[in-house]
């Protein structure tokens, strides 16, 4: 398990495809004295993905890698993730699925925000489907990435309510909030076993 050494902050990448709202919200705990991490890469497999708009403002490095040539972008990010020394990714909303090579590179180092109470609803379309099988609740999970999708050992996770009324659009809203507690708390427990 990733361990904190010393007074500096382990340096994280953030990875992204599209809005960036949990991005947004792990810099900002990042700045904070209670964080472990300071995030000094934004990896975006999107060019137009608002996240790359605040890292921008918040002078963090940021790079945009499509993954067409998955084999050939990754060794691009792995290079770029040595170069700044980078010890913990944080994939928050990254739709490309990283294969098995890159991920035993970075054992034990990846973490994923999904938005399921794993290990249900695994993959895309959560909340849609949570609702059409009429769940009385769902939620958020952060877990460990592993080669196998969204099935890695879970570090935390968070039950939100399915109302009646609820939309799947209604429902990411509700949970993508609860998103933005839950992965700087777990980001906490895994390294000070709060
Ligand atoms: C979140 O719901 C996350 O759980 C999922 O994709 C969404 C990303 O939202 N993997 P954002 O880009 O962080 O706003």
């Known amino acids: 398990m990733i361990k904190f050494h010393g007074p500096d902050k382990l340096k994280t990448a953030v990875f992204i495809s599209g809005n960036g709202s949990n991005f947004k919200n792990l810099v900002k705990f990042s700045h904070s004295k209670a964080s472990p991490i300071k995030i000094n890469l934004l990896i975006s497999s999107n ?14 490095k940021r790079k945009i890698f499509k993954l067409k040539n998955k084999i050939k972008d990754e060794n691009k990010i792995l290079n770029q993730l040595d170069k700044s020394s980078i010890k913990l990714i944080c994939l928050a909303g990254f739709m490309v699925i990283l294969s098995q090579n890159f991920i035993k590179k970075f054992k034990g180092q990846i973490l994923n925000i999904h938005p399921s109470l794993l290990p249900k609803y695994k993959g895309l379309n959560t909340h849609k489907r949570a609702i059409e099988n009429n769940e009385k ?15 890695g050992k879970i570090i ?14 209604t429902l990411a809203k509700k949970i ?6 839950l992965y700087p708390k777990a980001i906490k427990k895994i390294f000070f076993n709060l």
């Open 47 to 60: 060019s137009k993905a608002k996240g790359l708009i605040y890292a921008r403002q918040k002078k963090i």
């Open 176 to 181: 993508l909030k609860q998103e933005h507690i």
């Open 137 to 151: 609740y769902s939620g958020c999970t952060v877990h460990l990435v592993t080669s196998k999708l969204d099935s």
């Open 156 to 169: 935390l996770q968070k039950k939100v309510k399915i109302n009646k009324n609820d939309k799947p659009k």
